[in-house]
């Protein structure tokens, strides 16, 4: 019975039913997956696609080679049967790879192995139909070798789809357990097959595995447009959503625009946005001490309910955040949901003050430039709740919101403060003549201290001088009375002498008149020593007396002055119109300072004596001159220019008198009215001792920076010796860190540089030393030096020079530095990978005749930068340091190089100038004369000039 029925099942109507109903079956599959792939773009359906559109193909060319079978019998024998057993274990790899789990989850690998587990099949197939099939293909060793690893992967695929059981895997299960028995059922009864090459039971199994797949395909569909359903359901719920979010917009954007404190602000902030999004963790990061600088941030306002207490502001690196910094970077929203391994997260939540990490969203706050003002941080730690799109899209908008508020803060905050600084600057005078009157009284009660302490020691010396005039009369009694028994014992002395042999047992009461006598002398030594004493104390005290005489004087005059500043502070509190000869006379001359008081005309009409003993001039030939004329320097005519145009309140400058160095302040007066000015007020003061200690202090810094050089030049030696492989090879990470060493050795080269001539300029040291350069030549060796820190950023430098560039008159060494400045100072605005452009041109000089021709050669260096804004412009030649005012945004220079480029090139007779575009870059021009060229030798000859100044006479 079971070979009639395997008879029946080999017969050529159920082989073609078997190709036709198989053929239908992975039709039908496909068309399910290609449908659902339409409608859902889904990985799953795109797969299953892709295996049964394959599997189709390979039963296209399966009919193709059945239909030629009929018609050779080598197709039929050699071909058909090792295909047919090729295409179902290509067949059955795209099952495997499009149902199984495993092979979902591999991706790239699993492809690879699919493409693997095909091209074998396909190469196998070739060898058995090379090789040979015989007049059986079940009866070879090639049909057992294609049935054993096809049911290897039936088993594999059994295995996989149980591991993670579904609706879709269970049908899929069913297949892969189904097409394993019947390879078995193939094994154990092929003997029993009435046809040549035809494998019966795997046929049959196929028959019903093959519709199954399909029915698999077809239940995931139908999961997955139940999925579509639930998300169509949950619109409604979302739309609900979007109303409470735009509710939560409205009370969170009321909280944030109440309040123009920033403080109070940005806890209102943090506190809304956290109810408004329903986060756990709310922050705000701000720029470290509210500058621009966002390399460091500080988390001015956290909310977290779980915390107790407000909590203390901390700071942060932003390198120790690369979320936050990329945030900022590409200024838009980033949403981490991905947190558990991540450090730097589990940081950010530490900071906030939770104990645990979830989802993050980081949302940069932008002010309308769009320039980075802070970030606004929002975390789930507690609940691990995953952030919505509609959360996500309220937190930029509320951004919106406080990224304006801050901004509004910070105005009111500057308006505040100004408005306070010009509070302060009224009542300036007022604490100043408070402050002058402490002093006083000061100064006077230490004075009268003074006073009394040599009150009490005058008493005590006239008390003890009164001990001693009693000792001393004591002492001269004593001393007679010594000397008249002194006058009796030499008497007696001689008597006893003179009696000598005729008194020998007097001898001894001699030996003890002559020891009395010694003693006697020594006593009267002694007595006269303490005289000498008690007169020099004497003496002291007469000197005590004469210091307590002008201690006294002191402490009237310091009295009368502090009677006559009450007496002006009383009658004068802001700064007097004019003040008449008999009112300032006795002011003036107390004070210890020079005081010059001109009228609206600019001319002398009051001076004390102080001021007269600084300019070396008498008083009388002071008074009535006009205040130009006090000096001769340059400095002082510009200050009188400044204090003339009304552009400044108050004007200061240094001059040098003599060999004295004076500090000059002129103010103007106010009139009566309080309209207009009438007259000025200039204050001198001595401070050559100040500046003989700058200019110690600035050799010293010029000799240090000289030591600094042997170590830098060693350093950039060996770091040459390096980067040349000199001492063996080296790594690309190695050359690279070697590389930002040079650049950086190069920089403090540069600041060294001008260290140097910055210390040489404010000593009044700078000498020019011109002569005939070639600016080509200086550029190229400026652009070879930074080449370090072009490589360093990545900057493209690009040249536009003059193809015949005339030769300029001036100092190499001074040009170099100029170059250098400017260069370095491009290099440092310019972002990562950008352009830099240095150019030259002629530029005519208008002033001179035309047949001179062009008189200036103008360099450019042009950067990519952001560019300076025109508030700035006029201040980037200053000098200014990171200490005393923010940096000029734009400008990569943040010391004193440009100050020096701008001396230097006034010195040459040259100009200097920038112009800017916000969003384009600077250019930074010079231009420097252009070098005539003589036909006489004699005028080529480096001479020095002749200093007419110098009163030493010229030696030949």
């Known amino acids: 019975m079971l070979n009639s029925l395997l008879n029946a099942f080999g017969s050529p109507a159920v082989t073609l039913a078997y190709y036709l109903f198989t053929f239908f079956a992975i039709e039908a599959a496909l068309v399910i997956a290609w449908g659902q792939w339409q409608r859902s773009d889904s990985f799953r359906a795109r797969r299953l696609t892709v295996a049964f559109g394959s599997m189709t193909l390979l039963r296209v060319v399966l009919f193709v080679l059945a239909f030629m079978s009929r018609n050779s019998v080598e197709v039929a024998n050699l071909w058909l049967p090792p295909f047919e057993r090729a295409m179902g274990v290509a067949s059955l790899g795209f099952l495997v790879w499009g149902f199984t789990p495993f092979m979902r989850e591999k991706g790239l690998s699993a492809t690879v192995l699919l493409v693997i587990n095909t091209l074998f099949a396909f190469v196998f197939f070739f060898l058995a139909a090379a090789f040979g099939t015989g007049s059986d293909f079940n009866r070879t060793g090639w049909d057992i070798f294609f049935t054993g690893w096809q049911l290897l992967l039936a088993i594999f695929g059994v295995i996989n789809c149980a591991s993670k059981l579904d609706d879709e895997r269970a049908y899929a299960l069913s297949s892969f357990g189904a097409l394993g028995l019947g390879y078995l059922l193939h094994f154990f009864f092929l003997s029993g097959y009435p046809a040549p090459h035809n494998p019966v039971w795997v046929r049959l199994v196929e028959m019903f595995a093959y519709p199954v797949f399909a029915v698999a395909v077809y239940q995931g569909a139908i999961q997955s447009l139940r999925a579509r359903t639930q998300e169509y359901q949950n619109l409604s719920q979302i739309s609900l959503d979007q109303i409470k979010g735009l509710i939560s917009l409205f009370e969170a954007t009321r909280e944030i625009t109440s309040s123009l404190d920033l403080s109070h602000l940005l806890d209102g902030a943090t506190r809304s946005v956290a109810e408004a999004i329903g986060a756990d963790q709310c922050a705000i990061a701000l720029p470290e001490d509210n500058s621009d600088d966002m390399s460091q941030l500080r988390l001015v306002s956290i909310y977290n309910p779980s915390r107790k207490g407000r909590g203390e502001s901390v700071s942060f690196p932003l390198n120790d955040q690369q979320a936050i910094k990329h945030a900022l970077k590409r200024k838009y929203q980033v949403q981490i949901d991905e947190y558990q391994d991540n450090n730097q997260i589990r940081l950010l939540f530490t900071l906030m003050g939770a104990h645990d990490v979830g989802p993050l969203i980081i949302q940069p706050l932008l002010q309308k430039n769009e320039e980075p003002l802070g970030v606004l941080i929002l975390g789930n730690a507690n609940s691990r709740r995953v952030f919505t799109a509609t959360e996500a899209q309220l937190c930029k908008t509320l951004a919106d919101q406080i990224s304006v508020s801050i901004n509004h803060a910070k105005e009111y905050a500057a308006v505040s403060a100004k408005a306070q600084q010009l509070s302060w600057t009224l009542r300036n005078q007022e604490l100043e003549t408070g402050k002058r009157r402490a002093a006083m009284e000061t100064e006077l009660k230490k004075s009268r201290e003074e006073v009394a302490l040599f009150a009490q020691r005058l008493y005590e010396y006239e008390k003890a001088e009164k001990v001693n005039e009693e000792a001393l009369r004591q002492?001269?009694?004593?001393?007679?009375?010594?000397?008249?028994?002194?006058?009796?014992?030499?008497?007696?002395?001689?008597?006893?002498?003179?009696?000598?042999?005729?008194?020998?047992?007097?001898?001894?009461?001699?030996?003890?008149?002559?020891?009395?006598?010694?003693?006697?002398?020594?006593?009267?030594?002694?007595?006269?020593?303490?005289?000498?004493?008690?007169?020099?104390?004497?003496?002291?005290?007469?000197?005590?007396?004469?210091?307590?005489?002008?201690?006294?004087?002191?402490?009237?005059?310091?009295?009368?002055?502090?009677?006559?500043?009450?007496?002006?502070?009383?009658?004068?509190?802001?700064?007097?119109?004019?003040?008449?000869g008999a009112e300032a006379n006795t002011p003036l001359e107390d004070l210890s300072c020079g005081v010059i008081i001109g009228d609206a005309n600019y001319k002398i009409n009051r001076v004390n004596a102080v001021a007269s003993q600084l300019l070396a001039q008498p008083n009388k030939k002071l008074l009535g001159s006009e205040l130009t004329t006090i000096f001769e320097d340059e400095r002082w005519q510009k200050a009188l220019e400044q204090v003339k145009s009304k552009n400044e309140p108050m004007v200061s400058t240094t001059l040098k008198v003599g060999d004295n160095v004076l500090r000059a302040t002129i103010s103007p007066m106010a009139a009566s009215d309080g309209n207009g000015r009438e007259g000025t007020v200039t204050i001198l003061y001595d401070i050559t001792a100040e500046a003989e200690s700058q200019q110690a202090r600035d050799e010293f810094v010029a000799s240090l920076s000289q030591e600094l050089r042997t170590p830098m030049t060693s350093i950039t030696g060996y770091t040459d010796l390096l980067l040349g492989e000199s001492v063996g090879m080296i790594g690309e990470m190695q050359r690279k860190f070697l590389q930002r060493i040079k650049a950086n050795i190069e920089r403090m080269g540069s600041m060294l540089n001008d260290l140097i001539g910055v210390t040489a300029i404010d000593a009044g040291q700078l000498e020019i030393r011109p002569g005939v350069v070639d600016m080509a030549e200086v550029i190229e060796d400026t652009i070879i030096g930074a080449r370090a820190q072009l490589?360093?950023?990545?900057?493209?430098?690009?040249?536009?020079?003059?193809?015949?560039?005339?030769?300029v008159e001036a100092d190499p060494d001074s040009v170099r530095q100029i170059m250098s400045n400017l260069l370095s100072n491009a290099i440092k605005s310019t972002p990562v990978g950008s352009v830099i452009e240095v150019a030259t041109a002629i530029e005519n000089n208008t002033a001179a005749a035309p047949e001179d021709g062009p008189a200036f050669l103008r360099v450019s260096v042009r950067d990519s930068g952001g560019g300076i804004a025109e508030k700035d412009l006029h201040r980037v030649f200053e000098r200014f340091y990171r200490a005393e005012r923010p940096l000029i945004e734009g400008l990569g220079e943040t010391g004193v190089g440009l100050a020096i480029v701008k001396s230097l090139i006034e010195a040459h007779g040259g100009r200097v100038w920038v112009e800017s575009e916000i969003g384009e870059g600077s250019t930074f021009h010079f231009s420097l004369p252009i070098s005539r060229q003589f036909n006489d030798p004699w005028q080529e000859v480096d001479i020095p000039p002749l200093d007419l100044s110098s009163d030493q006479s010229d030696t030949f």
Do not use: C, F, G, Y
């Open 475 to 580: 002492a001269r009694e004593r001393v007679a009375k010594l000397e008249k028994a002194v006058e009796r014992a030499k008497v007696e002395v001689d008597k006893a002498s003179q009696k000598d042999k005729q008194l020998a047992a007097l001898s001894a009461e001699t030996e003890s008149h002559k020891k009395r006598l010694a003693e006697l002398e020594a006593e009267r030594q002694s007595w006269q020593e303490k005289i000498e004493q008690l007169e020099q104390e004497t003496v002291v005290t007469a000197h005590l007396k004469e210091d307590l005489l002008a201690a006294n004087e002191r402490a009237r005059k310091l009295a009368r002055a502090l009677k006559n500043a009450r007496t002006v502070t009383q009658q004068a509190a802001p700064v007097p119109a004019a003040l008449s």
């Open 791 to 807: 490589e360093e950023n990545e900057i493209t430098l690009t040249m536009n020079l003059l193809d015949d560039m005339p030769l």
